[in-house]
């Protein structure tokens, strides 16, 4: 599904990412693992084409397509989909316009007609209990006045409006509690499909005890270091990165 | 060179006999004096404080044809021509307008009839009273408007203005002076709404002046959404305690538009309030001004006043001018201003562009969310609900013909 090849990227003038190699198969939950400032978050940002990264070597293809000379509208219409570690409040623009712009979007971009208002407000309602978001949310603007618990929680629903093949979740589990951690990961895998991929960052063994990943990685330095199954998380959960980094 | 009011003062000369023979006792009664202010005054320069923002002189520069035509207006219960008004207008035309004010006193000299809405006492119109200003023909045109609104004791109306541009030829252009005196009576409550669609051969200067009494509510909304060069002063005085004003504005530029708003809000009374947002999109190589001023007398004790101008300027070569200012004389009040001139959010915008929304359409819902509070501030819920789709429309730059009229058929 996914292949980065010696990926170099860069923000201002700073190198962040100094080649990543980077293989994810269909259906496989490959987690990174890293210390503040690793990169992990610019690697996420890079796949999804946030124009503040600069890609100054390397490359990467979705599906065979080459996913760096495509916009980021085109990444999220191929399937691709951020769950955004701090979501933005956009003040004044509804949950429910702003998921109407992004669900036609991409039919528009799959050739499909624009959902008819009915069909889409029922979907809305369907997904809403999916992921158990209050229909409160949904008539206000996007993250105004959310709790950091709700904007996750808003993150995983519009995944599950927007059916992505390959999700991203960047440090979802950052600011949440268990109950909450538990209630969003649920959702997560309630949504995936056999053939869904996701690339799941995290600091914590934590929230890979509800999203299980097949491979591990971690990522130092802006490389990636190491890679295993499962129970590297728990290791690195038990005693941290040092052993890895002393291992340099 | 010449300077650009001589050929209004030959003008003049020319005409007025023209002009006074074509209106009416108590426009005529001011309108010598208004000339000889005019020629004296000349027209302001960028060097006075409320024209640092417009070029008067360039804007009136250019050979108008001056249009001497009889108003259409289809007279109800409470719409009149200047000319033929159902009660005395000698104490109110020309009275609460600004004498020193070159355009007000050009308007006055050469205007040959207005419109007058007058309402009685604990009167009520059921429905809004629209005024349309259509600018079309085939000749450049100076237009010259003129309209007095009376609201007696306990009396309450809506009043909007539209002014349209037209389908002409480029070569045509139109420039319009207005003067909007505002009588509003004790307890009395007006919304006045202008709201232009002119097009880039436009030029408009409007100047607005309130006179509000006790226990009175006036809100004014002025709405750009296209134009040529707009230039809006409102000048409110707020004359009897706990009056309440509300001055809103919106202003959407693209292209070359200039769009400068002018305001002064003078708290002569006590006990009143006064409340302003003006807000601004600004694309292109467009230009905005707001410049808005708060004056507060010794005696206007408990006065409280909100001032805010916020901008979002969406391309780089757009530029917008700010100037809120406070003079307070009084010491037992609240008053707040404030202003922002910012870029388009760009986290926002890859937030939208991630979840598939492309650029364009997400820099529109932002525009759009942008001026949405402005309009959400306007209590007439079919203006509120077109101005929405209108605003709409002119972010996505379609061009918008109204359903109704039969010149767009």
């Known amino acids: 599904m996914l292949a980065i090849k010696n990926l170099h990227a860069r923000v201002g003038e700073k190198e962040i990412l100094k080649g990543i190699d980077l293989t994810i198969a269909d259906g496989e939950i490959h987690a990174i693992m890293g210390t503040n400032g690793a990169g992990k978050s610019t690697l996420s940002n890079v796949i999804v084409g946030n124009p503040a990264y600069e890609v100054t070597e390397g490359s990467i293809t979705f599906n065979g397509q080459d996913l760096l000379a495509m916009s980021t509208e085109e990444r999220a219409h191929a399937g691709i989909f951020m769950s955004f570690q701090a979501p933005i409040e956009i003040p004044g623009v509804s949950m429910t316009n702003f998921m109407r712009a992004a669900v036609n979007a991409r039919r528009k971009a799959l050739g499909k007609e624009p959902l008819k208002s009915t069909d889409f407000l029922k979907l809305m309602r369907e997904k809403r209990k999916l992921v158990e978001i209050d229909q409160r949310l949904m008539n206000r603007s996007v993250n105004e006045g959310f709790s950091g618990g709700e904007r996750k929680r808003n993150e995983i629903f519009q995944m599950a409006m927007l059916e992505p093949t390959f999700c991203i979740l960047d440090e979802t589990d950052s600011g949440l509690d268990v109950d909450a951690l538990r209630i969003v990961a649920e959702g997560f895998n309630r949504l995936r499909t056999a053939e869904t991929s996701a690339l799941v960052i995290t600091h914590y063994q934590r929230l890979l005890d509800y999203i299980k990943p097949d491979v591990v990685h971690v990522l130092i330095d802006g490389r990636i270091v190491m890679t295993d199954g499962p129970e590297l998380a728990l290791k690195i959960e038990n005693e941290g990165f040092d052993w890895i980094k002393n291992m340099q | ?409």
């Open chain 2, 1 to 409: 060179m010449e300077r650009s009011e001589q050929q209004y003062i030959e003008l003049y000369n020319e005409i007025s006999a023209l002009i006074k023979q074509k209106s009416c006792p108590v426009m005529n009664a001011v309108r010598d004096d208004a000339f000889r202010a005019f020629s004296s005054l000349g027209f302001p320069t960028r060097k006075q404080e409320r024209y640092r923002y417009t070029d008067v002189s360039a804007a009136f520069a250019p050979n108008y044809g001056i249009s001497l035509s009889p108003l259409d207006i289809t007279e109800s219960q409470y719409i009149f021509p200047i000319s033929s008004a159902p009660v005395d207008l000698s104490g109110y035309y020309n009275k609460a307008a600004d004498p020193s004010d070159a355009i007000t006193a050009l308007n006055t000299a050469l205007v040959h009839d207005g419109i007058l809405v007058y309402v009685p006492r604990n009167d009520s119109p059921e429905s809004p009273i629209q005024i349309d200003n259509r600018l079309l023909g085939n000749l450049s045109t100076m237009l010259n408007r003129r309209l007095l609104i009376i609201l007696e004791s306990g009396a309450q109306a809506t009043v909007i203005i539209n002014d349209k541009g037209w389908e002409h030829t480029p070569d045509v252009s139109f420039l319009t002076t207005q003067v909007i005196e505002v009588f509003c009576k004790e307890n009395s409550s007006l919304d006045l709404y202008e709201v232009e669609e002119t097009d880039q051969s436009c030029s408009r200067f409007s100047n607005v002046y309130i006179q509000a009494e006790r226990y009175s509510s006036v809100r004014h909304n002025s709405i750009t959404l296209t134009n040529g060069l707009t230039r809006n002063l409102c000048d409110a005085h707020l004359i009897g305690e706990f009056a309440n004003i509300v001055l809103n504005g919106c202003v959407i530029g693209s292209d070359e538009q200039h769009t400068d708003n002018n305001t002064l809000i003078h708290h002569v009374a006590p006990d009143c309030q006064s409340e302003q947002l003006y807000k601004y999109v600004l694309d292109g190589n467009s230009v905005g001004a707001f410049a808005g001023k708060i004056l507060v007398d010794k005696d206007a004790q408990k006065t409280s006043s909100q001032e805010t101008n916020a901008n979002l300027c969406s391309s780089p070569s757009a530029r917008m001018y700010s100037q809120p200012m406070l003079e307070i004389y009084a010491d037992d009040v609240k008053c707040n201003h404030g202003s922002t001139v910012g870029v388009m959010d760009e986290s926002a915008l890859f937030y939208m562009r991630q979840r598939g929304i492309p650029e364009v359409e997400a820099r529109m819902l932002l525009k759009n969310a942008f001026m949405g509070d402005v309009i959400d501030k306007i209590p007439l819920r079919s203006l509120r609900d077109r101005l929405f789709v209108k605003i709409e429309k002119r972010f996505r730059g379609e061009a918008e013909k109204c359903d109704t009229c039969r010149l767009c058929k």
